[in-house]
């Protein structure tokens, strides 16, 4: 049975690297049929927080990274203070104060990394040093090997120790993690010959940098997972991004299911080269999904977004969302941009758009704008067809180019020159709020 685990430390929000952790492992676990398990890392009491704690648990959940166990280290202590008994016992490791150390034995160490190959370390480098970093030498001139601590003066346990204990009591057959962990796998190896348990397999995901191939940061996409699904983007989306991030499903296919993905996957697979975040890309995808979601779900989705916005009051009409967003689908890259494009559907006093209101609303529209009013009207039934069929006999009878009265009327109603089909737009509207604008629109052009 392939076990492989998570292991979060709440000491900061669920970022853009930790997510796509989660999701290799997870991905790897339910490729051959093997178990998740999530183990919270809270053992440093001062900077693990219960909010962080929550936001990891909740993103998780968000993204569909479900787990079939979960453990927090913070209840563990025993465990681990008991396996360093253990190896007092057997003379390996030996305490200085309430500290315990493990004794460094100088030796090679090589690991084979399913991603990497193979790596060699020599822990006769792993040396005592000074503040400045620089080894500090013993009276034959050599520096003294840095012995492990596992368990600190104050009594708690490290996390290289107890990382170690939990992925051998735990059954983790495969440690999928960050390549920053690199440096300590062959210290954790030495804790587990220590013990006397087999190591698991190892496998470091490549680092994720910004476009210009820098460190990412807020801006880059180092912003929490939660602080994505606040700005509109759907877990589907971002989880079809994260998985590109080093991994490929082939054929050039960027768009792929969980489902899907869970199929071709495969650690050998996985990229060594570091792979760069594209808010640009992320953007894309998020923007194909939208268009497929279902409009109910969208619309349960926006709703949060209408209230908070105060677009929406309690007795808002959802057939009004839905229409609205039936229209806008294929027009949003996030959840958020519907707010910006679709505000005029929600308040009057939405924002006009300086430089349309200069190119077509300048000139004064007021005999054109009347007329179209009182044809409006008339018009029955107010939908896209009768609409556009009396504002066509109106340019024709008034001598226009069809253009010429579509782009005024189009930022008369909506504040912009950019949006869905105009007849559409002006049903959605309905009938008395498209003359109540048209009307505004030409008194405003002559107040
Ligand atoms: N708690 C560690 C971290 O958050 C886990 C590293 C590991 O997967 O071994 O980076």
């Known amino acids: 049975m392939i076990k492989v685990r998570f292991a979060p430390s709440p000491t900061g929000f669920l ?6 952790t989660a999701l290799f492992n997870w991905m790897y676990a339910k ?4 178990e998740f398990i999530l183990r919270i890392e809270d053992t440093d009491r001062q900077r ?3 909010e962080y704690e929550e936001e990891i648990l909740d993103s998780l959940a968000w993204l569909g990274l479900d787990w079939d166990e979960l453990y927090y280290q913070s209840r563990r202590f025993d465990l681990y203070r008991g396996h360093a008994q253990k190896l007092l016992d057997e003379g390996k490791a030996y305490k200085e104060g309430e500290a315990v150390l493990l004794k460094m034995i100088p ?9 990497r190959g193979e790596i060699s370390f020599d822990t006769s480098n792993f040396v005592v040093c000074d503040d400045k970093g620089e ?3 013993d009276k034959d001139g050599k520096p003294p090997l840095k012995d492990e601590v596992l368990i600190k003066d104050d009594g708690s346990p490290v996390y290289n120790f107890c990382c170690v204990v939990d992925d051998a009591l735990m059954g983790i057959t495969h440690v999928i993690r960050g390549e920053d962990h690199i440096s300590n796998t062959p210290r954790q190896i030495v804790i587990y010959q220590a013990l006397g348990v087999k190591p698991p397999k190892f496998a470091h995901l490549p680092l994720i940098m910004d476009e210009g191939g820098g460190r990412l940061s807020k801006r880059t996409g180092a912003a929490a997972v939660s602080d994505y699904r606040k700005q509109g983007f759907l877990p589907e989306a971002l989880v079809n991004y994260l998985m590109l991030l080093g991994w490929a499903p082939g054929d050039n296919q960027e768009m792929i299911s969980l489902a899907a993905a869970i199929k071709k996957f495969s650690i050998k697979k996985i990229n060594k080269a570091a792979a760069a975040f594209s808010l640009d890309k992320l953007k894309w ?4 999904y939208i268009r497929q979601a279902d409009t109910e779900r969208l619309a349960d989705l926006i709703i949060p977004f209408l209230k908070e916005k105060k677009y929406i009051q309690e007795d808002f009409d959802r057939q009004k969302i839905k229409n609205s967003v ?11 941009d519907f707010l910006q494009r679709a505000d005029f559907v929600f308040i009057d006093d939405f924002q006009i758009d300086p430089q349309a209101l200069e190119e077509h609303l300048s000139k004064n529209r007021e005999k054109e704008f009347r007329l179209l009013s009182e044809r409006f009207s008339k018009a029955e039934p107010f939908d896209a067809a009768t609409t556009e069929k009396v504002f066509r006999e109106l340019v024709t009878e008034l001598g226009m180019e069809a253009s010429e009265l579509v782009h005024p009327v189009r930022v008369a109603l909506t504040g ?11 049903v959605l509207l309905g009938k008395e709020k498209t003359i109540e604008r048209l009307k505004k629109a030409f008194k405003a052009e002559k107040g």
């Open 15 to 20: 970022h853009i690297g930790g997510a796509r």
């Open 31 to 34: 490729s051959v049929q093997g």
């Open 48 to 50: 693990s927080k219960k």
């Open 107 to 115: 030796q090679g160490i090589k690991v084979y990394d399913l991603i």
């Open 135 to 137: 080894p500090v030498l």
């Open 285 to 288: 995808l998020n923007s194909q």
């Open 326 to 336: 039936d229209l806008f689908k294929r027009r949003m890259d996030t959840l958020l």
């Open 416 to 426: 912009k020159d950019i949006g869905p089909g105009l007849f559409e737009t002006i």
